[in-house]
């Protein structure tokens, strides 16, 4: 008996080889854009696929297609490579594309409209396998608001003429009330969620005694309380410069609206040297008077020692105070009587390339 069993235990192991030893190909591993819908989960050996673009995506180049499960388990390699179709970028978005005009299969462009603005159509539309968008771009309508109504004692005043029930997101309109009266505030407008600014108040409003400003005097104004757009003009005083509005005009706040400004002159605050102002080169001493208005500019003159060779920087007067530039240098009475021509101003003037020009001043 004991070869018997020997024989059957050795037909079982030869059995059992035989079935260990086939191979199988898993699902093919398949680069993004080609087609997997129709491929198993598991090949037999020396089974072909051929593979194809998906929808959407077209061959890039001349490629192999097919591939083999081999008897290792293991593909065939293939080359094909897929590139996802096109969709051109609508004319009125190119704008904002960054310099292209396509966008790729599966694309997705989102839409808003800015505030005031409602957007009639799709507010997403995407690239699909045939090259077109699924939605046309959608236009953004303003918003429409209600005539404004007027105060009770006064009238609205529209930017621009009104025709029909409505008026869109934006107009504006001013407020006004019948003398001597104010309204609370004076501007409205159509607003971005359909409705008009509510009417103001019309009020009494008054303005205090108007005063005088420093280096200033009041050219034209009766002193008293005075009311809602009544104004009063300034002007400032000899060689004084006057910065802002000349007039001012009693608001609705019952307060006056901001008064200008006198700037002081300048002098120019050297002994000896020669500068340019007002279109002309002239010795300090002939600048008579030594007197420069607010706002206006002085050129000194400073010298590059390396290139013997002289250079203009111009200085601003602000109010009184004209800064010196850096590299000025003020000759000695020496220099400046018996050597004028070897001055900055005297000598060859600087290249543009050669010059140093200063970013600061020092004070005189």
């Given amino acids: 008996m004991a070869p018997a069993l020997g024989w059957l235990f050795l037909g079982l192991s030869v059995l059992s080889t035989t079935v260990t030893s086939a191979k199988v190909c898993g699902r093919p591993p398949v680069p993004d854009g080609v087609d997997a819908s129709s491929l198993k989960r598991v090949f037999e050996v020396g089974e072909e696929v051929s593979l194809s673009c998906g929808q959407g995506f077209v061959t890039s180049a001349a490629t192999s297609s097919r591939i083999t499960c081999t008897a290792t388990g293991e593909w065939t390699e293939s080359n094909l490579a897929c590139a996802p179709k096109m969709c051109p970028i609508p004319k009125s978005l190119q704008p904002f594309a960054l310099g292209r005009t396509e966008a790729p299969f599966r694309s997705v462009l989102n839409y808003t409209c800015d505030d005031g603005y409602v957007l009639l159509g799709a507010n997403e539309s995407r690239c699909l396998h045939n090259g077109t968008w699924s939605h046309l771009p959608p236009l953004c309508k303003a918003v429409t608001c209600p005539l404004p109504k007027p105060p009770r004692e006064g009238r609205v005043i529209p930017d621009r003429a009104v025709t029909g029930t409505t008026t869109i997101y934006g107009q504006g309109w001013t407020y006004e009330c019948n003398p001597p009266k104010a309204p609370s505030f004076e501007r409205g407008s159509c607003k971005a969620d359909g409705t008009a600014t509510e009417p103001p108040i019309c009020q009494e409003v008054s303005c205090s005694i108007p005063t005088n400003i420093p280096n200033g005097v009041i050219t034209f104004a009766v002193m008293r309380q005075h009311g809602y757009k009544e104004k009063v003009k300034y002007a400032c005083n000899e060689h004084y410069t006057l910065e802002g509005d000349a007039e001012i005009q009693c608001q609705n706040t019952g307060n006056w609206s901001s008064k200008p400004i006198c700037r002081a002159p300048c002098t120019v605050g050297i002994k000896r040297g020669r500068i340019f102002y007002n279109t002309k080169k002239i010795w300090i001493e002939d600048l008579k008077p030594n007197r420069v208005l ?71």
Avoid: Q, W
């Fill in 294 to 364: 607010h706002g206006e500019h002085v050129v000194f003159y400073c010298k590059n020692e390396a290139e013997k060779c002289g250079y203009p920087v111009a200085s601003t007067c602000n109010d009184g105070n004209l800064p010196l530039p850096e590299c000025f240098v003020e000759p000695g009475k020496v220099e400046y009587n018996l050597k004028a021509k070897s001055l900055p101003s005297e000598i060859r003037m600087c290249a543009a390339s050669t010059a140093r020009p200063t970013s600061s001043a020092r004070l005189s």
